[in-house]
Nanobody, 122 residues
């Protein structure tokens, strides 16, 4: 079955960088667009960034443009989220997702990871 497993989160201080990874299995990774979403306590799960199957096109939420970078390595079945200059408001559970086409919508993704907590202290 399809599995998406996020890793790399943790508790960090504001201003530092962190890189999340999402390892996919059970699907032809290079055929799927990949996305990152996040959900803060008491809030809806929101779009963060997404990348096409080839890596040739990316989308970013306005709130993370210039701060976060998505990338992928199809040989390793892994998508990455590089997060720089982290702020307390970036605190959330971060989820990766796989879908047939790139999308900013949760409904555009077929498979989801279980999430990885990122906590940024001030």
């Amino acid at each position: 079955q399809v599995q998406l497993v996020e890793s790399g989160g943790g508790l960090v201080q504001a201003g530092v960088s962190l890189r999340l990874s999402c390892l996919a299995s059970g699907l032809t990774f290079s055929s799927y667009a990949m996305g990152w979403f996040r959900q803060a306590p008491g809030q809806e799960r929101e779009f963060v960034t997404a990348i096409t199957w080839s890596g040739g096109n990316t989308y970013y939420a306005d709130s993370v443009k210039g701060q976060f970078t998505i990338s992928r390595d199809n040989a390793k079945n892994t998508v990455y989220l590089q997060m720089n200059s982290l702020k307390p408001e970036d605190t959330a559970v971060y989820y990766c997702a796989a879908g047939r086409v790139i999308s900013k919508m949760r409904s555009g993704y077929n498979y989801w990871g279980k999430g990885n907590q990122v906590t940024v202290s001030s």
